[in-house]
């Protein structure tokens, strides 16, 4: 470790990972490749490249010659109830995105004032600091899916004139504060990652506490748990899927409606390879974005 | 020119947790005085500091600036903490900010100073403290010395009235120390008031009018620094200065 006070800032290790690799130089890693064709050339790629088709095709002949695959492949991998289902789970995954777009709008926002709002001191906030900690302790402790049901399906029979009855609003809102939750606790760590220093010296300056707050530390903590949070964005594009116990045509729905007419599963191939075409990407993009972020912030400590 | 004295402590008592760290603090700093606070580490010179500056409540007795209690509940701690400037041994600028904004940060947001009149008087007084050319760099590209200069540029944006100085050359390099005292020396010398915590023994007998010998958390001895440097009264100042000059400090 670098001594403390050096730069007046020590980098943030939120992760135990990190300090494994804080010896290493950092390393530049390219959007897909994996490190060891950086590493050690092509010696080690040719191997690489071997053993996983030896592997994949071990595996392939397990599947292939199981007794029961001919069955398997006609129910899950018939290709004329992949063009069939093709275009409803499409539609339906349509609204996933829909959704999980809403859910990304309200979820940073609620979730960092539920942050803010634990982070504030002082006698006066305690009971702005006990709805914070009510909110993270009862959401984050309710599974999501009971959390789907119970506002899905509880709150419009209570016939509020006000609120909204659609079981899309509900889920999307049950989604949005689970998540509001866990994502609050992600910016708290962050908040409480920044040197109690920074605090002192925002404070000596004069300003408020709130001041401090938004000017010095919370671009500091929101810095710090960017990948953390992208990590989330991640599992809530799966998640979203939940509301379809609500009845809501998202996709798993429009898959199931297909299995439940057809006998046929092939339309849930549809709808995992949908959600794998967001979710591949998007972690290959968080992993990238990560190991820049870290190689950034050691270059920074030189 | 106030009949009060700038800064007055009367038995100021801290403890953190059960640990007491100031016990019965007397001190009166003046007007254009510069003091030196000196002990070994541990006898509350920094949280001394950090008291007067309201970032840590006392626990007994009084802090007066200017005559008037600021240590008692209900004081607007911020408008206090504006007449104050403090400089922290690790500099402490804002990583995210550029030196510019890290100045202007106080006077914008504090003082509701304009921004364009806040960069105009930080663009002077990074002038004047050697720094005009590193307004738009991040802390991290430039020099401890440096850092610890645009902290002092930052404390002194708010025109305080008292400046204080908690070891503001002990994280840097050696080779830095030189830039940062002449830096204070400056200030010194324009007539500013400071209270400044210091191992750097030759700086205080140089720059400080009056030099407090502090020892488990009260003021044990107090003079000159001329006075207190040759003929120390009391044994513990006597075992501490000659384990400085054994260190080759003074």
């Not at chain 1, 001919?70 to 996933?96: E, I, K």
Request: net charge neutral; with cysteine.
């Amino acid at each position: 470790m670098a001594q403390p006070g050096r730069l007046g800032h020590e980098p943030l290790q939120l992760t135990s990972a990190s300090d494994a690799d804080e010896e290493r130089p950092p390393q530049r890693r390219s959007f897909l490749a994996p490190s060891f064709l950086d590493d050690e050339g092509a010696k080690a790629g040719i191997i690489a490249v071997v053993s996983t088709v030896v592997f994949i095709a071990i595996a392939t002949a397990l599947v292939l010659s199981s007794p029961n695959w001919p069955r398997v492949r006609d129910q899950f991998f018939n290709p004329d109830d992949f063009v069939a289902a093709a275009p409803d789970v499409l539609r339906g995954f349509w609204l996933n995105l829909e959704l999980f777009a809403l859910s990304m709008l309200v979820i940073p926002v609620l979730a960092l004032v539920v942050a803010v709002m634990r982070s504030l001191r002082g006698p006066a906030f305690f009971p702005v600091r006990l709805i914070a900690v009510l909110f993270t302790d009862i959401l984050r402790g309710v599974p999501l899916i009971l959390l789907v049901l119970l506002l899905g399906f509880g709150v419009p029979a209570l016939q509020i004139g006000l609120l909204p009855n659609g079981a899309q609003f509900w889920g999307l809102a049950a989604l949005s504060l689970s998540y509001s939750a866990y994502t609050a606790e992600i910016y708290r760590s962050g908040i409480d990652a920044v040197p109690e220093s920074q605090r002192s010296s925002a404070r000596a300056l004069g300003l408020t506490q709130w001041q401090a707050m938004r000017y010095a530390i919370l671009p500091q903590a929101v810095r710090n748990v960017v990948p953390a949070l992208m990590n989330t964005v991640v599992s809530l594009q799966k998640d979203v899927a939940l509301v379809s116990i609500l009845g809501i045509r998202e996709a798993v729905r429009e898959a199931q409606i297909y299995t439940s007419r057809t006998f046929n599963y092939t339309s849930y191939i549809v709808a995992t390879l949908l959600f794998l075409a967001i979710s591949i990407p998007l972690t290959r993009f968080v992993d990238w974005y990560t190991s820049r972020d870290r190689a950034q912030r050691s270059q920074a400590q030189v | 020119m106030s009949s009060h004295p700038k800064l007055q402590l009367h038995n100021v008592h801290k403890a953190y947790g059960a640990k007491p760290v100031l016990r019965g603090i007397d001190l009166v700093v003046d007007e254009h005085e510069v003091v030196c606070l000196i002990g070994p580490s541990g006898c509350g010179k920094s949280t001394l500091l950090r008291c007067v500056d309201l970032l840590d409540p006392i626990d007994d007795g009084e802090i007066r600036l200017d005559g008037s209690v600021i240590s008692t509940r209900g004081v607007d701690a911020n408008a206090v903490r504006r007449r104050i400037g403090i400089v922290f041994q690790s500099f402490n600028l804002f990583p995210h900010m550029t030196v510019m904004d890290n100045v202007t940060l106080g006077p914008r947001r504090a003082h509701g100073m304009p921004k364009h009149d806040a960069e105009e008087r930080a663009a002077a007084l990074l002038d004047r403290f050697g720094l005009g050319d590193k307004a738009d760099e991040y802390p991290n590209r430039i020099s401890g010395g440096q850092n610890q200069r645009a902290a002092i540029v930052r404390a002194m944006m708010g025109d305080p009235e008292i400046l204080l100085l908690d070891e503001v050359t002990s994280a840097l390099d050696p080779e830095l120390v030189g830039e940062v005292l002449s830096a204070i020396r400056d200030l010194a010398d324009r007539g500013l008031t400071m209270m400044l915590a210091t191992h750097e023994m030759g700086f205080a007998r140089d720059v400080a009018n009056r030099v407090c010998f502090l020892h488990e958390g009260q003021v044990l001895e107090q003079g000159p620094p001329a006075e207190l440097f040759a003929n120390p009264a009391e044994e513990r100042t006597q075992q501490f200065l000659q384990r400085v000059v054994q260190a080759g400090r003074l």
